[in-house]
């Protein structure tokens, strides 16, 4: 199949000693398993760290706008997964919403062909007038037909145009009826402009639109653009501190870079005003990395990249140190651990640069084929090795090291989709990560199925691999380092489905003979994402709570975390981006002096197999940060626009000016009524008699006397309408019995007289 | 209809996935193992064609809570994986061989020998190639068993011989031990792979008996076959062996020259080139200073002392004597123009004096030969040293100052 990758490259079967390894003489220690340490959330659900991205609500592309209607249906019944993509909806949206592209100078040149008019189209008698006339205003609210030199001509060439606008909409409301058939004229009219109505060549157009069409639907499927995150930490210097640096994007068109001063207390909040700057892309990609004390900033959008640099100082104002520009979109930027100012810069025509700012920039490699085998994705992501020369190369079906001082000469394969680390069918590679600041050499390399960590100095065999099972391809990754004899935690984040995960690894940082050695501690963890939070949120009226729900569960975009210590208690606080500028944060606490493995006893008792466990309630401080955010956001971008309120009406097109006409001062009456209303209120009753002016009810009718005479029905509805209907159904029952028996009686003494006669005829 | 039954199946069963999954990842394992027993019944109409099927989910998952679950004992488990070995013929030898596992995680030796001993037993139908592979996994891990009850007989043994008495029905045991685990192991190793652990077992078996050129075979199999991927271990492993035997440092330096060329970053290098720096060879002199050059290139080396104070010796011999110049100058022109901001920027300076004044001294007098005395690394140690009033800084600044003049010549 297409998934297959062609493993045959002559290394023959490949056994790897993988699952369980030696350490003393004859103890045994799981590859994985084992205890790790626990870290706790603190708080029931993310909390807020910053108002909402206000300006910043884009509605989620959803299947159903680009895929072909009731196919979904039609797919389920097939049991085929080939989604068919509504091209002629779309094509409409295009001619709809930009007329004046598709139609505009052909519109003016054929203006006067046609008649916008109501009217009957009548021909102007003109005689005389040879001359063309002066070209017609564009938007003529009255148009007129202007005459021609000769009428026939006229009347030949000229088009009533409300008469088709009427035979369309008469279309539109005959859609899905299997006998329509296009009248004779909308045939005619269509079939004749089809070829020339156009301004750009319908065939051209159909062209683009399509392939927009299955960039979305590949998008909607899967969107590697967010790979890497946009949202960075950077600590601070010295590791008691507690203000930080988040590096973040927002805005409209999340093209705004800010950088903002953290403070990490128990709910960490934001200091002084964010630093900020405008680019000229949608954001797509913000790296960090700290060199020499000082952190370089890498941001990505699709045709350009940039590079700050952060001053160690807090209060000391980021600068832009350069910036590049592509031809075609980016899709990679990562920033050395090593030497100030360098980066890797990936685009999606499969070159891949060293970037430095004093040097500029070198190209490594360009090859619009991928390494191993054939893959479509024109992905590729690169970032630095142990040694500061080579670089790690990536695609989608694998790693390869190269030195950037001789790229086409030294390089060697780092990890393949293969046999050598047992990939499944059609697994890829989703995002590489160098993990210097946990082990100088070691690499972790996710794909949607699985998590390796892979060790340079022994490449192609996984030293570590895991299963992952998210929903979601994890295309954000962290790692925060753990000390000697501690475990180095990574932290794993989806997109669409925002899960967040925490596994911890344990690998000795020196030594290579342990580098087999390397371990999973602990079963790992899932962590809150940000639409977790919504059951803690005030409630919301339904359609404010529908909308709540679509910004909350809105794609993730980034990840960041940073590691606490506070004596002998440590935090990580994990941020999460969303695709619409929000960011949550969380937070994790671990004891160091507490016991490894906490006993049955100390865990919370467990629900029992319910789909959502009792959940925590949030602290008060979290629901008061959960109340601010819901307030800022229904205050300062309201609604999007078009869902926002009912369509409403004037009142003055509903009633006249004399109906609306307010009465001098308040009559009576009305001192009546409003005394009422508010009795009822206090009284939480209801108001029967609205009209004051008749306080009585009105008489009942009186219920007719019962005629002897009356249908059932009749003598039905006389009593329900009088109020005892039960008394009357009780007595026709009785009635009924009586009558039957009665008429039993009747019959037997009948039979018996008849048997009576006839034993006497018979005797005779 | 039997459509929709078969979609509506399929989504609850997803579902129910996902809640144990949930629950997993919350390590609540009492909830999980609730809805496990629920998604038992996904076995029973199993339409999926995916890559994990239901059962084998259900192997995964079962274990992995019966790992953890504070109520599970190991009898339980025992049950639940013999359950497993059953339910999928295609999985049985791959469920034994990580039941073997857990035994021995938790001790159980004997119980996890007589696991393997039993599924290599096993015989069912035509072997596919990827049980071919496992039953001979299984194989060499009962090898390895055998490896220790041999190795524990051999402790008593040597015990009983320096208490004076010799007790054969141990010796013969421990002969039959030795068999078994050699047959084992000398067939996985013949397999490409990645077999540290059986390599070093079969070779320590092998020396014991004093086969040596059968252990040197194998070694140098592991090592130098293309077949095997390329494992900086195996070299480690003949290098080990070579030097315990006494060989020629002529061989040693050849095993090492390859690590070299592999993992130019190995902590061997260290030795590497000592021994070099020791040989009368002009061109080994010149290797060991390329290899310790090329060791601190990479940043796990940025802070040792000893590689530095390694360099820091061979550039000082080779600027006093004058001769050899061109050395320094061959490797000091790949990295001249990234060595200054990756070793010897003003921030390192800073951070070596205050951490390790022994690594900045070492560094100082290399950066002050190799980029002259105006160089940031160098000035400040300098300065920061006279200011001590240590007497090494003092020579240190007399020899930069006097030797200035090299960096113009290597840089040129």
């Known amino acids: 199949g297409p998934g297959e990758p062609d493993g045959g490259t002559g290394r023959g079967p490949l056994l790897i000693s993988r699952l369980i390894s030696l350490q003393a003489e004859t103890a045994f220690v799981p590859r994985r398993g084992g205890t790790g340490e626990s870290w706790e959330p603190v708080d029931a659900a993310a909390v807020p760290l910053l108002p909402p991205n206000a300006s910043c609500w884009i509605s989620p592309l959803a299947p159903q706008d680009i895929l072909y209607r009731g196919v979904l249906h039609g797919k389920l019944q097939t049991g085929k997964s080939v989604a068919t993509l509504d091209f002629t909806k779309q094509l409409g949206h295009f001619f709809v919403d930009h007329p004046e592209d598709a139609f505009g100078s052909l519109g003016r040149l054929l203006h006067q062909n046609f008649y916008l008019g109501n009217s009957k189209l009548r021909v102007s008698v003109c005689l005389g007038v040879t001359t063309l006339p002066p070209t017609p205003p564009l938007a003529a609210a009255s148009p007129r037909l202007y005459p021609f030199s000769l009428q026939g001509q006229a009347r030949d060439s000229t088009i009533r145009m409300t008469s088709l606008t009427e035979e369309i909409d008469r279309l539109e409301a005959r859609r899905g009826c299997p006998q329509q058939r296009l009248t004779a004229r909308l045939r005619w009219f269509s079939h004749l402009c089809r070829d020339w109505l156009f301004e750009v060549p319908l065939g051209l157009l159909a062209d683009r639109v399509h392939e927009e069409l299955l960039l979305q639907w590949a998008d909607l499927l899967f969107d590697d653009s967010p790979t890497g995150g946009a949202l960075a930490w950077l600590p601070p210097e010295d590791r008691g501190a507690h203000t930080g640096r988040l590096v973040y994007p927002g805005g409209q068109a999340m093209n705004h870079l800010y950088f903002q001063d953290v403070v990490l207390e128990e709910l960490p909040r934001v200091w002084g005003s964010p630093v900020q700057f405008e680019l000229n892309g949608r954001i797509r990609q913000v790296a960090a990395a700290r060199v020499d004390g000082e952190d370089f900033v890498g941001v990505r959008s699709d045709y350009h990249c940039g590079i700050w640099r952060v001053p160690d100082k807090t209060g000391m104002a980021p600068t832009p140190l350069q910036v590049i520009r592509t031809d075609v979109p980016a899709c990679c930027l990562t920033v050395s651990p090593h030497l100030p100012g360098e980066l890797a810069v990936c685009t999606q025509s499969g070159a891949v640069y060293l970037w430095s700012v004093e040097m500029g920039l070198q190209r490594l490699r360009r090859d619009p084929q991928t390494m191993f085998f054939r893959d479509h994705s024109p992905w590729r992501w690169s970032d630095f090795t142990a040694h500061p020369r080579v670089l790690s190369c990536a695609d989608r079906t694998g790693l390869q090291c190269l030195d950037a001082r001789a790229p086409e000469r030294c390089h060697f394969d780092l990890f393949k989709v293969g046999e050598e680390a047992s990939c499944q069918q059609g697994e890829r590679v989703v995002l590489p990560m160098y993990l210097g600041r946990a082990h100088p050499s070691q690499h972790l390399i996710t794909t949607q199925f699985s998590v390796y960590v892979l060790d340079e100095r022994l490449p192609m065999v996984p030293v570590l691999k895991w299963a992952h099972m998210m929903k979601a391809p994890p295309l954000f990754a962290h790692v925060t380092p753990g000390g000697p004899g501690r475990s180095h935690k990574v932290l794993l984040g989806a997109s669409r489905t925002q899960e967040l995960l925490l596994l911890q690894y344990q690998g000795k940082r020196w030594g290579f003979s342990d580098a087999a050695t390397c371990q999973l501690a602990g079963p790992p963890q899932k962590l809150h994402s940000i639409a977790g939070c919504l059951q803690h949120l005030p409630t919301q009226l339904p359609h404010r709570h529908c909308l709540l729900q679509q910004r909350l569960s809105s794609p993730a975009a980034g990840l960041a975390a940073a590691l606490q210590e506070d004596g002998l208690r440590e935090s990580l606080l994990v941020f999460q981006l969303s695709e619409v500028g929000d960011i949550f944060c969380q937070r994790l606490t671990h004891e160091a002096a507490q016991p490894l493995a906490p006993t049955e006893a100390e865990l919370p008792p467990e629900s029992c197999a319910s789909p959502q466990p009792s959940a925590a309630v949030p602290s008060p401080a979290a629901a008061l940060r959960y109340r601010r955010w819901l307030k800022a956001l229904s205050k300062g971008c309201g609604e999007p626009p078009h869902q926002s309120c009912p369509p409403t009406f004037s009142q003055n097109r509903l009633f006249t000016r004399k109906e609306l006409e307010t009465p001098a001062g308040p009559s009576a009456l009305h001192e009546q009524a409003r005394q009422r209303l508010r009795q009822a209120m206090r009284e939480g009753g209801r108001i029967q008699h609205w009209d004051p002016s008749a306080p009585q009810p009105p008489p009942l009718p009186q219920p007719l006397e019962f005629v002897e005479g009356l249908d059932s029905l009749s003598a039905r509805l006389t009593a329900a309408w009088s109020g005892d209907w039960c008394q009357w159904w009780e007595e026709r029952s009785s009635f009924n019995l009586a009558q039957r028996q009665r008429v039993l009686r009747e019959r037997r003494r009948r039979q018996k007289r008849a048997r009576g006669r006839r034993s006497l005829s018979a005797s005779f | ?412």
């Open chain 2, 1 to 412: 209809s039997s459509h929709e039954y078969k979609l509506n199946f399929r989504k609850s069963k997803e579902l129910c996935l996902s809640y144990i999954q949930d629950a997993m990842l919350q390590k609540q394992w009492k909830r999980a193992a609730e809805f496990l027993t629920f998604y038992v019944e996904s076995l029973e109409k199993d339409f999926s064609r995916e890559h994990v099927n239901p059962s084998e989910m259900i192997w995964r998952i079962g274990t992995e809570i019966l790992c953890h679950h504070s109520c599970s004992s190991m009898k339980e488990f025992n049950s639940f994986t013999e359950q497993m070995k059953t339910l999928a013929v295609k999985r049985y030898l791959k469920v034994c061989l990580e039941h073997a596992f857990h035994l021995l995680c938790n001790g159980l030796t004997n119980e996890a020998y007589q696991n393997l001993s039993l599924a290599e037993s096993w015989r069912f139908g035509e072997q596919t190639a990827i049980q071919n592979k496992e039953m001979k996994l299984i194989q060499a891990y009962r090898g390895l068993l055998d490896y220790y009850s041999w190795s524990k007989q051999k402790n008593i043994l040597l015990k009983q011989c320096q208490d004076g008495f010799e007790d054969f029905s141990v010796e013969q045991e421990m002969h039959s031990c030795f068999r078994k685990a050699a047959m084992n192991l000398k067939e996985i190793i013949k397999v490409p792979g990645v077999w540290d652990l059986f390599v070093k077992c079969y070779v320590d078996l092998l020396e014991f008996y004093g086969d040596h050129n059968e252990a040197r075979q194998v070694l140098n199999e592991y090592a130098y076959n293309s077949r095997f991927p390329a494992n900086p271990n195996a070299h480690v492993y003949l290098y080990e062996s070579l030097k315990r035997h006494g060989e020629p440092k002529k061989s040693l330096i050849s095993v090492l020259k390859i690590l070299h060329d592999i993992v130019p970053s190995h902590e061997l290098m260290m030795d590497f080139n000592t021994m070099l720096q020791k040989s009368k060879k002009r061109k080994k002199r010149q290797l060991g200073l390329e290899v310790i050059f090329a060791a601190l290139d990479y940043a796990g080396w940025k802070q040792n002392v000893k590689a530095w104070s390694c360099l820091a010796r061979q550039v000082k011999q080779i600027v006093t004597s004058e001769k050899h110049l061109d050395w320094i100058k061959q490797e000091w022109n790949s990295r001249k123009d990234w060595w200054p901001a990756f070793h010897f920027s003003r921030y390192l300076a800073k951070r070596n004096w205050q951490e390790n004044e022994n690594l900045s001294y070492e560094k100082a007098l290399v950066a002050g030969i190799l980029l002259g005395k105006e160089c940031k690394y160098f000035k400040y140690v300098s300065h920061q040293g006279c200011k001590t009033r240590a007497r090494r800084f003092r020579v240190l600044k007399k020899f930069v100052n006097k030797h200035n003049l090299v960096y113009l010549r290597i840089s040129g």
